[in-house]
């Protein structure tokens, strides 16, 4: 993408302009393998924040249950960061263990519960919330509060370099498909409270996003689509912490090891995950035991569901 400049869009009666993807500057983060260029966002999920900006260029989407079974989203930027991601929403205590395979990724997010924030000041991440980079916030796009904040990367100082952080997180990916799987065109996943459908598009190689039974689109009405969704299937667990109406946080544990559904090239894949510990990366392998499942090039999706 770069060199490349593609049509801008209008973010709700604000008016602001985001012309797609470009460098922007040098990040506040360390330079190991995940540093360069990866920064996390979390991302609004319940229907008033649809449709969400940005998502569309993310190279992971990783999507977590939170409190009243609803969903959350985590999109992280390696190759490319947009002008404009959100909506912003608070941080939970599954993103700090799961971005441990980043070393030290940047983390932007509206706020969190008062007894975690100790949590992530000690951990090996740059965070910005809103408060403490209020310049790099707006609200705007014709949404109501709270789910209307808005993040520009770039007033963060924010780059890639040419770091993909599917490579960052363990993941393999190859232009062939693996052998073997099973051929599916829907795959469903439900929490409490919300819903992930994927609808593989042979005329566009790859899976539809559906959530909570409608399309999901990015702000400029396009599709939602992946050439690679996993259904990671984890211990979800009750946090130590509560929102603000005292439901506690569900904490989804991301180190370990388990079974995984890989959906690429119109076929399902049974897999098993593993990520022996935080600084890991978490590697994919064929549940057979045919080694590493790689997969398609492009974005990937990422289901936490309940084992």
């Not at 544990?253 to 076929?267: K, W």
Request: hydrophobic share 40%.
């Amino acid at each position: 993408m770069r060199g490349m400049r593609r049509r801008g869009f209008v973010i709700g009666a604000l008016g602001v302009l985001s012309a797609a993807c470009k460098p922007t500057g040098t990040p506040p983060g360390g330079q190991g393998s995940g540093g360069p260029g990866v920064l996390a966002v979390k991302i609004d999920n319940v229907g008033a924040a649809r449709p969400q900006t940005g998502l569309e260029d993310a190279d992971i989407v990783y999507a977590e249950q939170v409190e009243g079974g609803l969903s959350r989203l985590m999109a992280v930027f390696g190759t490319r960061v947009p002008d404009v991601v959100g909506p912003v929403r608070s941080a939970r205590e599954t993103d700090l263990d799961l971005l441990r395979q980043f070393d030290e990724p940047t983390l932007a997010y509206s706020g969190a519960q008062g007894r975690l924030k100790p949590l992530i000041d000690a951990a090996p991440l740059h965070a910005v919330p809103q408060g403490a980079k209020p310049a790099a916030y707006f609200r705007g796009g014709g949404k109501p509060a709270p789910h209307n904040l808005y993040l520009r990367p770039g007033s963060l100082g924010r780059t890639t370099a040419g770091t993909g952080a599917g490579t960052a997180a363990g993941f393999r990916f190859a232009a062939k498909a693996p052998a073997g799987g099973q051929p599916r065109t829907r795959q469903t996943v439900r929490f409490p409270a919300a819903q992930f459908t994927f609808d593989w598009s042979s005329g566009q190689g790859r899976w539809l996003v559906g959530m909570d039974g409608r399309p999901a689109t990015n702000a400029r009405g396009k599709r939602l689509a992946a050439p690679t969704v996993v259904v990671q299937y984890v211990d979800v667990l009750p946090s130590r912490f509560h929102d603000v109406n005292g439901s506690t946080s569900p904490l989804s544990r991301t180190v370990g090891s388990g079974r995984a559904l890989v959906l690429r090239d119109g076929r399902a894949h049974e897999a098993r995950w593993s990520r022996p510990a935080a600084r890991s990366g978490t590697t994919f392998t064929a549940a057979d035991g045919g080694g590493p499942l790689p997969f398609a090039p492009g974005q990937v999706w990422v289901v936490f569901a309940k084992k």
